[in-house]
């Protein structure tokens, strides 16, 4: 009688648990539901001003993607949308992917940041008005190696995908910036060795006139050179390297370096502005801004960042993250320093990966038809991004950019709960 009563008693302990801990559970997602239309509604607000025409965003922890949705067209003239699954190049958060190539291949012994960079090149490069000091690889890691983004890295380094129709679109973007034939293409080795080394036939106003290692320059062609060590170094073309080491372990399907390695049918049309579609096109230095991929996959990999910061990361081990994330300058490498936006990646870098002023970690990106920001606040491990395919210069354009960032801040702690 005693355990008959016992078992009644449990069991209407259970079906009372059962109806007490339901009500709470569905307060929190009816909570959350109204946070996500809330914040559905605000950006849409934004974006059915038309300055952008599509865009994709995210709010991320390190433990997931805690909300991503896209907004607009990826393809206006064929009312395309653009959504979780859309691509495009993300320009220059594209280099932080070269920071951690860098230090894959330290852990792996094919190279120490410390090392001289001509240890890994066929051609010589050296600072004319300093040929004596040697220029690291953690100099370029760092934007302090001297090397410039001279005339010829806006002219010559940008080339049209083939097979295209062109239907009479622009082949220049901000009338200076160059979209070179198809069949004129040629390899980041020959760019670099044109660009850089003393007898190379680009080879203007290549270095500042700072000594190597002394003042932050923020340099496309030294980004592209790093990677370029990181494939003398293993032996492997850099986007090979990259999928085997970042892509493949972090599952990230829909990306890539190059139009054979994506699904071209999910790729945005990219916009100088919401009338004018610009062609598709690649960079002969495309490690420093033609990483191709979706706010999924890229919420995939912040999340990871996030995970590393914390010493709980997979790509790379927790010594190495460190690395990554410890800020490896100071004031005096700075002939001025942005101290307003607290998204700005340049008050600080790691290596390739920058911090704002308020200790904010990521980067921002922009290219023709594309602005991107990716950041994380180490201090509640939350972390945003937004990917766009349409350029602003305006007041108005820049108010809504960083008004959709805003309202992500605004919402992303109540996902977090």
């Not at 220059?92 to 094919?110: C, D, N």
């Not at 420093?288 to 996959?297: A, C, K, Q, R």
Request: aromatic content about 14%; hydrophobic content about 35%; overall charge positive.
């Amino acid at each position: 009688m005693i355990k008959k009563n016992m078992k009644r008693i449990f069991a209407l302990s259970i079906i009372y648990m059962a109806f007490t801990s339901c009500h709470p559970m569905k307060t929190v997602r009816n909570t959350h539901q109204k946070a996500v239309d809330s914040l559905h509604t605000e950006i849409d607000k934004i974006s059915r001003q038309g300055l952008f025409n599509g865009f994709a965003v995210s709010i991320v922890d390190e433990k997931g993607t805690l909300y991503e949705e896209g907004f607009g067209f990826s393809n206006v003239a064929e009312k395309k949308p653009y959504t979780q699954q859309t691509v495009q190049n993300i320009a220059s958060v594209s280099k932080t992917f070269v920071g951690i190539a860098l230090l894959k291949a330290q852990e792996l012994g094919k190279l120490n940041l410390n090392d001289p960079i001509q240890k890994y090149l066929p051609f010589t490069i050296k600072n004319p008005d300093f040929p004596e000091t040697a220029i690291t690889i953690r100099q370029l890691a760092t934007h302090t190696s001297s090397i410039l983004d001279n005339e010829f890295y806006l002219t010559k380094t940008y080339f049209l995908k083939s097979g295209q129709k062109l239907n009479n679109m622009k082949l220049t973007f901000d009338d200076e910036q160059v979209f070179n034939p198809s069949d004129s293409i040629f390899s980041m080795a020959t760019y670099l060795e044109n660009v850089l080394s003393e007898k190379g036939k680009w080879n203007k106003s290549s270095f500042s006139h700072h000594k190597p290692g002394t003042i932050y320059e923020y340099s496309n062609t030294g980004t592209a050179l790093a990677a370029f060590v990181v494939e003398r170094a293993t032996g492997k073309s850099f986007n090979e390297f990259t999928k085997e080491h970042i892509l493949k372990p972090l599952q990230m399907n829909n990306s890539g370096w190059n139009f054979n390695e994506i699904k071209f049918s999910q790729f945005s049309r990219l916009y100088e502005n919401p009338s004018t579609p610009l062609p598709y096109y690649q960079s002969a230095t495309y490690p420093d801004g033609g990483f191709m991929t979706n706010i999924s996959d890229l919420s995939t990999y912040l999340t990871e960042l996030i995970k590393g910061y914390n010493g709980k990361g997979t790509i790379l081990s927790p010594k190495s993250y460190q690395e990554y994330f410890k800020p490896q300058l100071t004031a005096s490498h700075f002939t001025e320093r942005n101290d307003k936006n607290p998204y700005s990646e340049s008050y600080n870098v790691g290596i390739f990966m920058g911090f704002g002023y308020t200790g904010y970690i990521g980067h921002t990106g922009g290219d023709p038809g594309v602005m991107s920001m990716m950041f994380f606040d180490p201090k509640n491990n939350l972390g945003r991004i937004m990917i766009f395919n349409t350029n602003f210069s305006d007041k108005k354009g820049n108010d809504a950019f960083y008004g959709i960032w805003n309202v992500l801040e605004k919402y992303q702690s109540q996902f977090n709960k």
